[in-house]
């Protein structure tokens, strides 16, 4: 099976196997400023057309598939929506930053692979330089069944200053570590299946740290079921991270690597993130979820 791609020019790209759409990489959206602008991985499909992610759920649009997506950098907001301030809870400020498209710097597909990359500027609200970023999406056929995207993302300070990444847990709310690469999964996979490699849970696994983490969820109209499997780079900066997920509200998936520890970047330094995503028709259960774990190393490899 080979892998192709479809560029609408300035807006996506859609990566395909044969007749099957597996994602579609939206790199200049029309987003709304309090929703912090940022690109975005939606839809996404397994090979079997199965879709296993959500655009702008009610409950917190600024969520939008999987995205690059971080709510505290120095005094910015790159998530979207309010600012978590100790003693105030989520309070709307003038911080919502963007993460715009500037130049597309590899867009191939040979085979079994499909690459993508590109160059961002991070700014404030205000417009000045937070952010120079390069990012590269790469997508593999591992099966019939299965395929993976590797996400890597430099990230080179132009701000003037020190940043700190951090997180709502860093500024004071207790196991609200959220930030860095986030899955947000369809609504029916709620009250579905965080899978861990020391055993399957729901929210209680929140704030545990582990290579790699998956969610098993149930599709609505026929029954079928998805497995989502984020597997962490052994190269990451707090490797292995603290896990962001959940399932009894709404699932996601998020390796957070600033959970409950800012990071410092000076300026003109660089932070530099790897991850494999994979995704696989069927509930693979604990064994089989491991084995999608297993695939991502190679994929990262």
């Given amino acids: 099976?080979?892998?192709?791609?479809?560029?609408?020019?300035?807006?996506?790209?859609?990566?395909?196997?044969?007749?099957?759409?597996?994602?579609?990489?939206?790199?200049?959206?029309?987003?709304?400023?309090?929703?912090?602008?940022?690109?975005?991985?939606?839809?996404?499909?397994?090979?079997?057309?199965?879709?296993?992610?959500?655009?702008?759920?009610?409950?917190?649009?600024?969520?939008?598939?999987?995205?690059?997506?971080?709510?505290?950098?120095?005094?910015?907001?790159?998530?979207?929506?309010?600012?978590?301030?100790?003693?105030?809870?989520?309070?709307?400020?003038?911080?919502?930053?963007?993460?715009?498209?500037?130049?597309?710097?590899?867009?191939?597909?040979?085979?079994?692979?499909?690459?993508?990359?590109?160059?961002?500027?991070?700014?404030?609200?205000?417009?000045a330089p937070v952010i120079a970023e390069r990012r590269a999406l790469t997508a593999t056929l591992v099966d019939d069944d299965t395929w993976a995207l590797v996400f890597e993302t430099e990230m080179t300070n132009v701000s003037g200053a020190t940043i700190d990444f951090g997180s709502p847990t860093t500024k004071g709310r207790e196991n609200a570590g959220y930030g860095g690469l986030f899955w947000r999964g369809p609504r029916s996979f709620t009250d579905g299946i965080i899978q861990s490699p020391d055993g399957a849970g729901g929210d209680e696994l929140r704030g545990t740290r582990a290579e790699w983490f998956g969610f098993r969820g149930r599709h609505d109209e026929t029954g079928d079921h998805s497995t989502i499997v984020i597997v962490d780079d052994t190269a990451n900066p707090r490797h292995p991270p603290q896990w962001f997920a959940r399932t009894e509200q709404f699932a996601c998936l998020n390796p957070a690597p600033f959970f409950s520890e800012e990071l410092p970047l000076p300026d003109g330094e660089t932070l530099r993130f790897r991850y494999a995503v994979v995704v696989a028709d069927g509930d693979r259960g604990e064994d089989g979820s491991a084995l999608l774990a297993d695939q991502g190393r190679t994929a990262l490899a």
């Avoid at 999987?66 to 309010?82: D, K, M, R, T, Y």
């Avoid at 911080?95 to 700014?123: C, K, V, Y």
Wanted: hydrophobic fraction near 35%; avoid cysteine.
């Fill in 1 to 127: 099976m080979t892998l192709h791609v479809t560029h609408r020019l300035d807006y996506s790209v859609a990566v395909a196997a044969g007749d099957a759409e597996l994602f579609t990489y939206v790199y200049r959206p029309g987003t709304p400023v309090l929703e912090s602008p940022k690109p975005y991985l939606h839809p996404i499909r397994t090979r079997g057309g199965r879709l296993v992610s959500l655009y702008r759920p009610h409950d917190h649009v600024w969520h939008k598939g999987i995205a690059w997506s971080l709510p505290h950098v120095g005094e910015h907001n790159f998530w979207g929506g309010p600012t978590y301030v100790h003693g105030r809870s989520y309070v709307q400020l003038d911080n919502n930053g963007s993460a715009t498209h500037r130049e597309l710097t590899t867009l191939a597909a040979t085979g079994d692979r499909a690459t993508i990359g590109h160059t961002l500027d991070w700014t404030s609200q205000a417009g």
